[in-house]
């Protein structure tokens, strides 16, 4: 079993930056892939970002050149830096993960965390 706690959500100004991390915790070795997925109110949740262990990424195209992903291996945690946020970048932020990258970008992770607030707003 895989736990995933996010942190680093929180109110932003428009064009503004923020950093969310996600620990995993629990049996490791079954993640291989790891991702970032959003939702916002009255939408469905919509992946973001994804890295494999190896570093191999996949961002959505409303995010490309403003977010990166990234992992350190050795902390079992995955990161978002979100650059230039826009209002339309609000919405509750997961973090998923798998052993196999299709279902980590095919919504089907076998793990989730709780989420966390991210809210661009002036």
């Known amino acids: 079993q895989v736990q995933l706690v996010e942190s680093g959500g929180g109110l932003v100004q428009p064009g503004g930056s923020l950093r969310l991390s996600c620990a995993a915790s629990?049996?490791?070795?079954?993640?291989?892939?790891m991702a970032w997925y959003r939702q916002a109110p009255g939408k469905p949740r919509e992946l973001v970002a994804a890295?494999?262990?190896?570093?191999?990424?996949n961002y959505a195209d409303s995010v490309k050149g403003r977010f990166t992903i990234s992992r350190d291996n050795a902390k079992n945690t995955a990161y978002l830096q979100m650059n230039s946020l826009k209002p339309e970048d609000t919405a509750v932020y997961y973090c998923?993960?798998?052993?196999?990258?299709?279902?980590?970008?095919?919504?089907?992770?076998?793990?989730w965390g709780q989420g966390t607030q991210v809210n661009a707003s002036s």
């Open positions: 998923a993960a798998d052993q196999l990258y299709r279902r980590v970008v095919g919504g089907a992770p076998s793990y």
């Open positions: 629990g049996t490791i070795s079954g993640i291989n892939a």
């Open positions: 890295i494999t262990r190896g570093g191999m990424t």
